[in-house]
């Protein structure tokens, strides 16, 4: 079953705005990742943060991890057209060898 | 970062027809997965294939329905079988000998 739940669904924002992502788990993790997906295509890889990291940074993309909370958050800042796109974030399960995704947030951003 | 080829882009098939789709990759890795996405839906794992040995199949998955080729360490085949309406999704295959996975394009199927 899918463990990773995402808020919100679905995000329209202005071009220039923040834009945050959130992605809730269930059972202990060695790491996080962030995906985009554009319109139907294969995933693209953002960022991985692990279990005992609790903030990353890469150009405009902040990640914070809570692992106590079992929660992440995605930050996307100064959003362009270009980021237009499905965001997943995936968690690799301690022991599992596997990626369990989110249902992800459509985010759309308007020009 | 891995360079996946995925094989073919998109299909359109009769129902009660099977497809098989080619993942190859640009160097060796060790574990390959497959994905279904169904439409508006997040990734499903189906199976992981591992080169050598049987592929692993989630719950909800059987062989019978997506037989896993893995022949060498860059290459691998998912069959789609005997296929239904319902089986119209996005299969995506992936790699990663260590996190993080990189995905190839996918293949958009559809049955009528």
């Known amino acids: 079953s899918q463990q990773g739940e995402e808020d919100p669904q679905a995000l329209s924002i202005q071009e220039g705005e923040n834009a945050t992502m959130n992605c809730s788990y269930k059972?202990?993790?060695?790491?996080l990742q962030w995906y985009r997906q554009n319109s139907g295509r294969g995933l693209v890889h953002l960022i991985l943060?692990?279990?005992?990291?609790r903030e990353k940074h890469s150009g405009r993309l902040r990640v914070t991890l809570d692992t106590s909370k079992k929660s992440s958050s995605l930050l996307i800042t100064a959003s362009r057209a270009a980021d237009t796109a499905s965001y997943f974030c995936?968690?690799?399960?301690?022991?599992?060898?596997?990626?369990?995704f989110g249902q992800g947030t459509r985010l759309t951003i308007n020009p | 970062s891995a360079v996946i080829s995925q094989k073919p882009s998109r299909d359109i098939c009769q129902r009660g027809t099977s497809l098989t789709i080619q993942c190859q990759v640009d160097?060796?890795?060790?574990?390959m997965f497959w994905y279904r996405q169904q439409p508006g839906q997040s990734l499903t794992l189906i199976a992981t294939?591992?080169?050598?040995?049987?592929?692993?199949?989630e719950s909800g998955f059987v062989i019978d329905k997506f037989p896993i080729s893995r022949p060498n360490l860059t290459f691998s085949t998912l069959t789609v079988s005997n296929m239904s309406p319902e089986d119209s999704s996005i299969y995506l295959c992936?790699?990663?000998?260590?996190?993080?996975?990189?995905f190839g394009d996918g293949t958009r199927l559809s049955i009528l």
């Open positions: 992936s790699v990663g000998n260590n996190q993080p996975q990189h």
């Open positions: 059972t202990s993790i060695n790491n």
């Open positions: 943060i692990r279990s005992n990291e």
């Open positions: 995936a968690t690799d399960v301690q022991g599992a060898q596997k990626l369990v």
């Open positions: 160097s060796q890795v060790t574990m």
């Open positions: 294939a591992n080169q050598g040995s049987e592929a692993t199949y």
